[in-house]
């Protein structure tokens, strides 16, 4: 999708989108096409049910008296909780409309409204930033997909009174646009492509954008003693990988007390030997998408040169029953030296991120951690798909990732923790076990890894209801959501960035 920036002016033909407040309150371009079209908007919206809640969207086709194809009113919802934010949910409206329409142009205007948060060029660039993201697609294996199912958008302009302002504005969400899309095409990618080798691959080419990367196998897991992470490999014919990524962006310093994103990334999750059910199956090539965000956020913060230290680290397994596998009731030793009775082997999200938090405590000593992995089905059964899980053992850092994610759209729920909850994995063989009974199962597992957390701030994001969505919502295309990029990307821009 190509997105442009003009300034403000009433196009002549094509389609064109102006938002309208709540309370069927026309921005000025809407009261000006509506003059333009004799009356034509305010008559189309008295003969629905649109009142310009935000997110509603009303089409007017071929407008009489224009040469317009069509005009679309988009609800921009009450003007005082008008931000960049919800420029760009609408945004993503308007393209999720037009995308396999017919239409191959659209023009967006955005008004100057009054009591809107940021100003019209700022919510301009977040438009734009709302259309690409929503214009996402996952086609490269459908050879057969018929002409009328093919996007027919190619190009969105963006008009404001400050096109410079938006352009500039632009370049940083453009950047982290494209590290999304990375996250998606990745977690989308079966599981005879993205294995633990062509993962780290993607990691490599990071390094074009000024990440340092480094590739850890097996040989050097086995020096760190990672016999968690080894364990889940070691059934799979594809050798496991542990890559640490670093960012330095801080003017003038090495990676000192970065910031720091470890992800799961089994690459498929068979179960193991405790093999899962077939029905669903396929889903488990997306167990990767902790990694996955790991990896697009590390982009998205080199992309837009982030004035941050960040590391990010990612475990890559594949989980597969054979000869070699691990067997329930192995007790493996994790680098900490805890060692782990592996009751179940489908639990193994938990020993992968045991070894990768570990060594990045050790060699990285972040100022904070956050892991995020499709870590247990419970949490879809606790949160569905509408929050991620959140455990945490610090408040100020929950705060600020429950408000980024409300900020962007990627919604967090905060669970407990607790030494009732410990005690479900103490093991009679060994220090751990790797799974509890059936009882609060995202919190026994969040409770396994905190077990492998020094005095650190850490969070856990259980995404194994976000990574995957099976609806479209106004920025994310059905599909690989890459939940976790843009919030973290939230959360860094908004506390942890040098401003100057
Ligand atoms: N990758 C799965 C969790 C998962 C399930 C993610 C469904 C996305 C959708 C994880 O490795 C797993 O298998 N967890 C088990 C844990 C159990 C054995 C304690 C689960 O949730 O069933
Ligand atoms: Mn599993
Ligand atoms: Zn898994």
């Known amino acids: 999708m190509r997105i442009a920036f003009a300034s403000a002016e009433l196009p002549k033909r094509g389609a064109v989108a102006v938002g309208v407040i709540e309370g069927r309150k026309l921005s000025p371009s809407a009261a000006q096409l509506d003059k333009r079209t004799g009356g034509a908007v305010s008559r189309a919206m008295a003969a629905s049910r649109f009142t310009g809640k935000s997110y509603q969207v009303l089409t007017i086709l071929a407008p009489a008296r224009t040469r317009l194809s069509r005009i679309l009113l988009v609800g921009l919802g009450k003007a005082d909780d008008l931000s960049v934010d919800v420029s760009a949910r609408c945004g993503g409206t308007v393209v ?10 659209v023009t967006i205007l955005v008004d100057t409204i009054k009591g809107a948060k940021q100003p019209a ?15 996402y697609r996952f086609d490269k294996y459908r050879t057969k997909l018929k002409a009328e199912d093919k996007p027919s958008l190619k190009r969105v302009t963006v008009m404001s009174d400050d096109p410079s302002s938006a352009k500039q504005a632009f370049q940083s969400l453009d950047a982290v646009a494209d590290a999304v899309f990375m996250t998606r095409d990745l977690v989308s990618e079966p599981g005879n492509i993205i294995y633990p080798k062509t993962l780290a691959d993607a990691c490599r080419s990071l390094t074009e954008l000024g990440v340092k990367v480094d590739v ?12 968690a992470l080894l364990g889940v490999g070691q059934g799979s014919a594809h050798e496991p990988y542990l890559v640490a990524m670093q960012w330095s962006g801080k003017p003038g310093s090495k990676v000192k007390e970065p910031v720091a994103f470890i992800g799961k990334g089994v690459t498929f999750d068979t179960g193991g030997i405790s093999i899962k059910p077939a029905g669903g199956m396929e889903d488990m090539k997306w167990d990767m998408g902790g990694a996955g965000a790991v990896i697009g956020l590390m982009r998205a913060l080199a992309g837009r040169k982030a004035r941050v230290n960040a590391v990010g680290i990612v475990g890559l397994v594949e989980n597969m029953p054979s000869g070699t596998a691990q067997r329930p009731g192995d007790i493996v030793t994790t680098m900490s030296g805890q060692t782990v009775e ?82 479900a994995i103490d093991s009679d063989a060994a220090d751990m076990k790797n799974v509890g009974d059936r009882a609060g199962g995202s919190i026994t597992a969040a409770q396994f890894l905190q077990r492998f957390v020094n ?40 506390h942890y960035e040098d401003k100057s």
């Open 342 to 423: 592996v009751i179940n082997t489908d639990a193994e999200g938990r020993l992968v991120l045991a070894d990768a938090m570990w060594y990045c405590q050790n060699r990285f000593k972040p100022r904070f951690m956050i892991d995020l992995a499709t870590l247990t089905g419970a949490i879809i059964i606790s949160l569905g798909h509408e929050h991620a899980g959140l455990f945490s053992n610090n408040d100020e850092l929950s705060q600020r990732l429950l408000d980024a994610g409300k900020a962007v759209g990627e919604q967090l729920w905060r669970l407990p923790l607790g030494d009732a909850y410990d005690r």
């Open 216 to 227: 850890l196998g097996v040989s050097d897991m086995k020096k760190l003693g990672m016999g």
């Open 121 to 135: 060029g700022e919510r301009a660039a977040h438009v734009g930033y709302g259309a690409k993201l929503r214009a």
């Open 455 to 494: 005095k650190v701030p850490w969070a856990h994001l259980d995404i194994a209801g976000m990574a995957w969505s099976k609806k479209d919502a106004p920025l994310v295309p059905k599909g690989a959501t890459a939940f976790g990029v843009r919030l973290l990307e939230r959360l860094v821009a908004d």
């Open 96 to 105: 999720g409309n037009l995308l396999t329409s017919g239409e191959s142009e």
